[in-house]
């Protein structure tokens, strides 16, 4: 790549701050496929047993999601040609919509270009000046860029911890309170406490005189598709979606897509069109991205052993992993972190498990604070494939 830099004074900056990550070991380098996404990939010529994507149910490579990105492209084209609301949007968009809304049990749904796009673009829409914002400190990144975004109070909770949101929460009375919390924390594994947290939401709405307005904002990238039969956190923890209660998702992980969703009531959704500036002032993604995302709902809703699988995959490795006396720290999901003392051990096993042709890298400070090399394990691995991990992780000394 031929760089061209007008400043050499901006040149020395970057060199030694590049040079500075090297040496922490904390530098961040892109690895490309030339494969499919799927549970074995290949990368620099060589075939690895793939535990680090997302794509739980093995969706990103399903012939009939495929298949449906491909018809929509010889109708619709590739590209979307302007935001949604400058002519954009394509009927897969609408019928994606309409499909998440019936997936969810809402009234509405919107679709949104990414994960990322979605919560910073909603949270600042939803939480405005005078408002508060409570956020889990493990929140994802992009609820912390939302946050920092919004002109609201923000205010972050221990995490997990409900006791500790609720004394945060008492001290705001009379303020609208945004709730927003991670359903399943992407690094960690482990599952917000949703019905403690809905209980103390629903009590601050009502009752007293200084009942306060709240909407809880919840995070589902990791539970949907993954949890409640694949509907996602709420139906795991039976909660109906009041309309205080909005979910976001993504496409982009079991659902094997790409994109994202928020449902929630019809006066939510007309909000977030009108205000949510990454909706406004983006451009929608394609119309066969839109198309493979339905079809990925549909299978998630029709394939119960999809999601047994991947159930019957994770409780396998957990407890193979847990034998060896592995800590997996207060993982109850597919994600499996395995923490280390060090970016150095880190770093260390993850060559390691690639020596023995596995694709598990290591997260680094800052994503994180302990270092780890984060598992997932999907639908589509075989039982060989978690017995050649758990043979390569005993190999390593
Ligand atoms: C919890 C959570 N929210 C949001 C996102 C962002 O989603 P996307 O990759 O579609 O931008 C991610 C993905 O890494 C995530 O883990």
Known sequence: MNLCYHNDGEKLMFSRSILKLKRQRLNRVIRDRSSRQGSRIFIEGRELINFASNDYLGLASHPEVVEAARASLGEFGFGSGASRLLGGGS???????DKVARFKGTDAALVLNSGYAANTGIIPAIAGEGDVLFSDELNHA????ACRLSKSEKIVYRHADVDHLSELMKKKKGKRLIVVSDTVFSMDGDIAPLTKIYDLCSSSRSGSRAANQVILYLDDAHGTGVLGNGRGALAHFGIAPDPWIIQMGTFSKALGSFGAF???????IEWIVNTARSFIFSTAIPASAAAAAGKAVEIVTSSPDLIRR??????VLITALKKKGYDTGVSETPIIPLKMKSVKEALGLARHLEDKGIYAPAIRPPTVKTPRVRITVTAEHTEADITALVKALADYS
């Open 310 to 315: 991947l159930w019957n995959n994770r409780d």
């Open 142 to 145: 992009s609820i912390i860029d």
């Open 91 to 97: 009927i897969p968009h609408l019928m994606l919509e």
């Open 262 to 268: 928020v449902a929630g009531s019809k006066n939510t």
